[in-house]
T-cell receptor, first 114, second 115 residues
Framework: AQSVTQLDSQVPVFEEAPVELRCNYS??????LFWYVQYPNQGLQLLLK??????LVKGINGFEAEFNKSQTSFHLRKPSVHISDTAEYFC????????????FGGGTRLMVKP | EAGVAQSPRYKIIEKRQSVAFWCNPISGHATLYWYQQILGQGPKLLIQFQNNGVVDDSQLPKDRFSAERLKGVDSTLKIQPAKLEDSAVYLC?????????????FGAGTRLSVL
């Protein structure tokens, strides 16, 4: 079975500061990794994904994430956040032997302050 | 391209009542998913369809939850009777195919409050 742990339930940060949202996963087989963002009263939107190849993945809105197999991590980063980045962020893992089934972490609420 | 449509957006019912949610996936998407998102948690998969067949419903509480996708397009999720712990956002997602790297696209969800 696979699982995802997002270590921080809330991350407050000032506008234009850098941010890192942490994600660790466990799985007995190789996986695909995803970050989704959820704005208030909206569905989930894909930020970025790691399937194979380069371990540094760039996504939309200036976000990037780095896959670290030895540490089983997939942390999300942005060098300078904006007020509009305030949202809930979910890390998800898909076992590449499974039928597109996603397992989500508990989410991290990013709160950007002026 | 139109996204995944869900209705209603909000529903308030009393415990032991029944409720139904509707989902219209992105046109051409063969795979449809229903997730339950309890406040403060990540989404949890309830059921997964490929066209009109069920692929995985291992986490669906079948004593009270049911779902169907009769013509392989729209889907309905029903709860009967509802319990207090069913209060959550119910998200529908779709993707092109099941066994592929296709991405899941999510609707805005239906927020259910059971009183």
């Amino acid at each position: 079975a696979q699982s995802v742990t997002q270590l921080d339930s809330q991350v407050p940060v000032f506008e234009e500061a850098p941010v890192e949202l942490r994600c660790n996963y466990s799985s007995s087989v190789s996986v695909y990794l995803f970050w989704y963002v959820q704005y208030p009263n909206q569905g989930l939107q894909l930020l970025l994904k790691y399937l194979s190849g380069s371990t540094l993945v760039k996504g939309i809105n200036g976000f990037e994430a780095e896959f670290n197999k030895s540490q089983t991590s997939f942390h999300l980063r942005k060098p300078s956040v904006h007020i509009s980045d305030t949202a809930e962020y979910f890390c998800a893992v898909r076992n590449n032997n499974a039928g597109n089934m996603l397992t989500f972490g508990g989410g991290t609420r990013l709160m950007v302050k002026p | 391209e139109a996204g995944v449509a869900q209705s209603p957006r909000y529903k308030i019912i009393e415990k032991r009542q029944s409720v139904a949610f509707w989902c219209n996936p992105i046109s051409g998407h063969a795979t449809l998913y229903w997730y339950q998102q309890i406040l403060g948690q990540g989404p949890k998969l309830l059921i997964q369809f490929q066209n009109n067949g069920v692929v995985d419903d291992s986490q669906l509480p079948k004593d009270r939850f049911s779902a169907e996708r009769l013509k392989g397009v729209d889907s309905t999720l029903k709860i009967q009777p509802a319990k207090l712990e069913d209060s959550a956002v119910y998200l529908c997602a779709s993707s092109l195919m099941l066994e592929s790297l296709n991405i899941q696209y999510f609707g805005a969800g239906t927020r259910l409050s059971v009183l």
